[in-house]
């Protein structure tokens, strides 16, 4: 038992040590990533590579109630090929999304054709990208 006690305080004494030894090395950090709007304010801050969710998110001031999703484009066909568009819907004061008439969705995406038996979790990614896309166009900038 002694032996035990023994070799378990040899075991701390090398851990603490090893310890000291990664203290004294520098970490590497991930870099600030910022979003600017065209006119080249600061729209949000990340620390690391955004995903494309969180930039759109962040440009389009995304709320707790609002939704953004896939949703056919208004007027498409009917046929093994729809349009399909990222859409964006406000929510009213009270966090329930404004439907309505009046209150159609904001197309936040271009309109992309989907293959019959697409994946949704590909299509809302490729909806993403060109939404995205289309913000650099405009002269939203990711920088460092």
Known sequence: ???LADFDRLLSGHA???RHWLRGTSTVRPQSRLLRDPQGHVVAEWQGQPSLADILAAAHRLQAGDWCGVLAEEGAQPALNPSWRLALFRA???GQPRLGRDTGPLW???ALKACAGERPAELLQA???AAVQALWAQGWRLST
Do not use: F, K, T
């Open 1 to 3: 038992m002694h032996g």
């Open 16 to 18: 603490a040590s090893s």
């Open 92 to 94: 009213d004061r009270h």
């Open 108 to 110: 936040i995406s271009p």
């Open 127 to 129: 909806l993403r990208r």
